[in-house]
């Protein structure tokens, strides 16, 4: 049973680094993508980005400029790092994984099939 | 703004059926190789995979979902509607012009 243990500083000031990092355990870390959303309060889901086992990185354009997802396969971990945030960044963040299907001409990026459990964020001076 | 329109609210009776709806754009829902996905958020817990590629169902979902994909849009139905039913209800898409993962603004779904 694949298991997503999630974890990071959840208060931050304005400017600071958000960094939070999800453990996999369980299953394979290979053959997947890795991803992060967040939810704003009272708000929806946004995607951030996803990586894949190999390091290929998706990022919300949103959102890209500030944002860094990276891998470390030897620990089966992930992590986030969103530079100079503010108020507006205060959000659950969920790791997830990404079911991937390697088809003729690419790959389907499939379903968010296993969730972490959420780490609540807040930025506030 | 979501990149996919979902209306904020559905309400229902028990034992009803209910239909969700997903609007998207052929970079979207109506693009090659993208499949719609649905989420159920119970309060304060972590969203829940519901239907992948448009009408699969995985294991331990009960029957009474099930999704549809035409054109650019999606429908998500729930039949036999149950008071464990109440959550919110996202669709999600891999978007080419982007290119990443866009999801609707949610339904919140009410047993009456």
């Known amino acids: 049973q694949v298991h997503l243990q999630q974890w990071g500083a959840r208060l931050l000031k304005p400017s600071e680094t958000l960094s939070l990092t999800c453990d996999v355990s369980?299953?394979?870390?290979?053959?997947?993508?890795w991803s992060w959303i967040r939810q704003p309060p009272g708000k929806g889901l946004e995607w951030i980005g996803e990586?894949?086992?190999?390091?290929?990185?998706y990022y919300n354009p949103s959102l890209k400029s500030r944002v860094t997802i990276s891998i470390d396969t030897s620990k089966n971990q992930f992590s986030l790092e969103l530079s100079s945030v503010t108020a507006a960044d205060t959000a659950v963040y969920y790791c997830?994984?990404?079911?991937?299907?390697?088809?003729?001409?690419?790959?389907?990026?499939?379903?968010?099939?296993?969730w972490g459990q959420g780490t609540s964020v807040t930025v506030s001076s | 703004q979501p990149v996919l329109t979902q209306p904020p609210s559905v309400s229902g009776t028990p034992g009803q059926r209910v239909t969700l709806s997903c609007s998207g754009s052929?970079?979207?829902?109506?693009?090659?190789?993208?499949?719609v996905y649905w989420y159920q958020q119970l309060p304060g817990t972590a969203p829940k995979l519901l239907i992948y590629?448009?009408?699969q169902r995985p294991s331990g979902v009960p029957a009474r979902f099930s999704g549809t994909q035409s054109g650019t849009s999606a429908s998500l139905a729930i039949s036999e509607l149950r008071s464990e039913d109440e959550a919110d209800y996202y669709c999600?898409?891999?978007?080419?012009?982007?290119?990443?993962?866009?999801f609707g603004g949610g339904t919140k779904v009410t047993v009456l």
């Open positions: 990586v894949s086992h190999t390091g290929n990185s």
């Open positions: 999600a898409a891999w978007d080419d012009s982007l290119p990443g993962q866009v």
């Open positions: 052929t970079s979207n829902i109506g693009g090659n190789y993208n499949f």
């Open positions: 590629r448009n009408n």
């Open positions: 369980g299953g394979s870390f290979s053959g997947y993508h």
């Open positions: 997830a994984r990404v079911d991937i299907v390697v088809v003729v001409d690419g790959i389907i990026h499939d379903a968010f099939d296993i």
